[in-house]
């Protein structure tokens, strides 16, 4: 079976991959996964270095993306996004607290998965969901700025991905874990950085 190794990265730039980058760091990755809350540049930087794609959901904090767009990365909010093999459904942003963009409420996350079900029945699923938020009652926070979406637990009840990646969560919050699980579903929480080993379905 084939592994793809994916760094995935969320919330606050490591000085590990910008101010001390050696690019022998991206050497054996695959693939660079956003979660968001990232300034572009930074996404820009590490696609120079990285042989694979670099691609992004946004998070609450990237209205900047509107004018500076990460150059040689890919979006994949709204999409489900498929590399060698690997179907990746992307979905950004929190939950709604202010005006801005990339704020939702629960019923407006529900219909932006809606508007997906031809093309995740047509893929028969997707073996990593991406997100900003974490998933209601998965690791979120009690305040409504970190507030999971109920849509993002129905979407692991109904197709038990693999992997559900996420960032908004800082490592230093109360209830924030790094690795958890959910039924089938390995759950990652993306702060700064973390490398995973993903199987690609036959």
Not at 24 to 45: E, M, V, W
Not at 47 to 69: I, K, M, Q, R, W
Request: net charge negative; glycine share 8%; proline share 6%.
């Amino acid at each position: 079976m084939k592994i793809l190794k994916i760094l995935i990265i969320s919330d606050e730039e490591s000085p590990a991959l910008w101010d001390y980058f050696d690019r022998s760091k991206l050497a054996d990755i695959d693939l660079i996964i956003s979660c968001g809350d990232l300034a572009p540049q930074y996404l820009s930087f590490l696609a120079t270095f990285c042989s694979g794609p670099v691609l992004y959901v946004h998070g609450n904090h990237d209205e900047c993306y509107a004018d500076t767009p990460p150059e040689g990365c890919i979006c994949i909010d709204d999409c489900l996004y498929e590399y060698q093999g690997l179907r990746i459904l992307g979905l950004g942003g929190s939950m709604r607290y202010r005006p801005g963009d990339f704020q939702y409420t629960q019923k407006e996350m529900t219909w932006r998965i809606r508007k997906l079900w031809f093309k995740i029945r047509r893929k028969k699923g997707f073996d990593l969901l991406v997100t900003h938020s974490p998933a209601k009652g998965l690791g979120d926070g009690e305040d409504l700025p970190h507030q999971g979406f109920d849509a993002f637990r129905d979407l692991l009840d109904k197709y038990a991905p693999p992997f559900f990646i996420h960032g908004h969560m800082h490592l230093n919050y109360g209830r924030s874990k790094r690795i958890s699980q959910y039924q089938q579903t390995i759950i990652v929480n993306a702060f700064e950085k973390y490398v995973i080993e993903c199987p690609v379905p036959e």
